[in-house]
């Protein structure tokens, strides 16, 4: 059963980081795309940040390109997303996912961790 927990979020202020964590059971992170969502209420989720499973290449949405990080331990199979210069914004629930490779789709998702910036 495959299982991914997000852990890392809280209450910052603007212009402060945080660092999510995403940690996989049953499946091996190095061997799929997985990628960080937010939604905020009353809007449409959004992906925020990919890592591909080929060469650990990254995708970033725009709107967080230069500030936020996507990283893979392999070793710890866990997924981090490393947010800084964090603005009022970026406030939202965050979940990570991990990508069929066979569909395409995200198949697997974590239960969110909320993250709220203060102005």
């Known amino acids: 059963q495959v299982q991914l927990v997000e852990s890392g979020g809280g209450l910052v202020q603007a212009g402060g980081s945080l660092r999510l964590s995403c940690a996989a059971s049953?499946?091996?992170?190095?061997?799929?795309?997985v990628g960080w969502f937010r939604q905020a209420p009353g809007k449409e989720r959004e992906s925020v940040a990919v890592?591909?499973?080929?060469?650990?290449?990254?995708y970033y949405a725009d709107s967080v390109k230069d500030r936020f990080t996507i990283s893979r331990d392999n070793a710890k199979n866990t997924i981090y997303l490393q947010m800084n210069s964090l603005k009022p914004e970026d406030t939202a629930s965050y979940y990570c996912?991990?990508?069929?490779?066979?569909?395409?789709?995200?198949?697997?998702w974590g239960q969110g961790t909320q993250v709220t910036v203060s102005s």
């Open positions: 996912a991990v990508r069929n490779p066979g569909s395409g789709l995200w198949q697997y």
């Open positions: 049953g499946l091996t992170f190095s061997s799929y795309a």
């Open positions: 890592i591909w499973r080929s060469l650990g290449s990254t």
